[in-house]
């Protein structure tokens, strides 16, 4: 008991000495905006270290602010890339955010310890650092799951998309004339958010090919470059847009019809995964069921 009051103390000496410093250094004008309001309103732990994050972002030396922007993360732009950066985050805020997910992570930790640990005897030393790491890794966590689903996405809605260029640059229009015709068709996923994208670059005076290369930036998978690429080619060499999309469709049916069926093999991997817990009692009990009958037999006997 004297343990536990001892760190709840210092995780509340920790928090005071975190607020007073908050409230007395003088802030700049740097903010910390990891997403806008409609999506934090729809995830409360969001909003909570949004809240925390503007504080805290604020009250950090100008210098090292400054600092951290001018670094290079090459693998954290490719992961904000990727996944679509759904809090809406630079580089230097995406690692800010990543501390600070784990300050949380750490107490709770504690308080997550001092309240399981009558019932589960586990030490401290194993509870806190597991959930501290977890915090540490949610955004991250969080950001790999979002560019799998946008790869997936964009995987099964290409073929699709695809077909409909295809019928309307058969009748004779551009791929510009033809993209904004499929717009209102298709279905509202990622796939069209990037197509209205593309409109809109066109509309503010870009070319073609400098949205073409935007939305390349943007791909979560290698389909989506071939077929910006091949778009591309096609213009470049003023080749038949319809033969070059219609091989596209192909590869990239080929392509989500081998994902479906890898997804597919790994069900039964996953199935007896999950009914594993729940067999082995079952199993236990059918297997040693008969030796303890026969030895309570023999006792009673």
């Known amino acids: 008991m004297d343990t536990s009051i001892l760190v709840i103390s210092g995780l509340v000496s920790l928090l005071s ?39 805290f972002y ?7 602010v400054a600092n ?3 670094r290079v993360h090459p693998q954290i732009e490719t992961l904000l890339i990727k996944s679509g950066n759904p809090w809406g985050l630079r580089p230097d805020e995406f690692i800010f955010m990543q501390y600070l997910s784990g300050i949380i992570g750490f107490v709770a930790g504690w308080f997550l310890w001092v309240a399981t640990a009558p019932f589960t005897g586990l030490a401290w030393w194993i509870v806190v650092p597991l ?23 964009f995987k099964r ?3 699709e998309a695809l077909d409909l260029l295809i019928i309307s640059l058969s009748g004779g229009r551009t791929f510009a004339q033809s993209l904004r015709e ?17 409109v809109k670059g066109m509309d ?9 290369d935007n939305f390349a930036t943007r791909a979560p998978n290698e389909s989506i470059i071939s077929f910006i690429r091949a778009i591309q080619s096609a213009v470049a060499v ?50 040693l069921a008969p030796s303890l009958f026969s030895m309570l037999g023999t006792l009673g006997s």
Not at 204 to 212: I, M, N, R
């Open 182 to 198: 499929i717009i209102p068709t298709m279905e509202e996923s990622v796939l069209k958010e990037e197509f209205r994208t593309m």
């Open 204 to 212: 503010t005076g870009k070319t073609l090919d400098e949205v073409l």
């Open 17 to 55: 000495v975190l607020i007073l410093y908050t409230l007395f250094v003088p802030k700049g004008n740097r903010t910390f905006n990891p997403n806008n309001e409609e999506q934090a309103a729809k995830k409360p732990m969001l909003r909570l270290m949004n809240v925390l994050g503007n504080d």
């Open 58 to 64: 604020k009250a950090l030396p100008a210098g090292m």
């Open 238 to 287: 003023n080749s038949p847009m319809v033969e070059t999309l219609a091989n596209q469709v192909d590869a990239s049916r080929q392509e989500f019809f081998a994902l479906i069926h890898q997804k597919t093999g790994q069900l039964e991997s996953k199935i007896f995964i999950a009914l594993t817990p729940t067999l082995m009692p079952a199993l236990l009990i059918v297997v």
């Open 157 to 159: 809605e290409l073929p």
């Open 68 to 70: 951290r922007r001018n």
């Open 131 to 153: 959930v501290t790491l977890f915090g540490f890794f949610f955004p991250r966590i969080r950001y790999r799951d979002e560019a799998k689903r946008r790869d997936l996405e």
